[in-house]
């Protein structure tokens, strides 16, 4: 059974940053892609950022040039460098792994709240 740990939400200014992280409890083999999704009141998940098992990087449109998801293939871990948050940022976020037979799993999720 695959566990994904988010970390590193919280409440931010507009303007301010945050950094997610997120553990996954799967062997580093098994891992295609590693990513971040997004869920705001009212709207359908929508893909953040993916990054692939050799560094190849996928954004949504709304958060390129402010938002760098990285990963550490040896930890397990991936994570989001939030900058310059807008308050349309608020979402509860969920950590996502995609393995090589095609399973994916997502995270319980970590709060992300943006003041204006």
């Known amino acids: 059974q695959v566990q994904l740990a988010e970390s590193g939400g919280g409440l931010v200014q507009a303007g301010g940053s945050l950094r997610l992280s997120c553990a996954a409890s799967?062997?580093?083999?098994?891992?295609?892609?590693m990513g971040w999704y997004r869920q705001a009141p009212g709207k359908q998940r929508e893909l953040v950022a993916l990054?692939?098992?050799?560094?190849?990087?996928n954004y949504a449109d709304s958060v390129k040039g402010r938002f760098t998801i990285s990963r550490d293939n040896h930890k397990n871990m991936v994570y989001l460098q939030m900058n310059s948050l807008k308050p349309e940022d608020a979402a509860v976020y969920y950590c996502?792994?995609?393995?090589?037979?095609?399973?994916?799993?997502w995270g319980q999720g970590t709060q992300v709240t943006v003041s204006s």
């Open positions: 990054i692939s098992s050799g560094g190849n990087t």
């Open positions: 996502y792994v995609r393995r090589y037979d095609s399973r994916q799993y």
């Open positions: 799967v062997e580093s083999w098994n891992i295609n892609a």
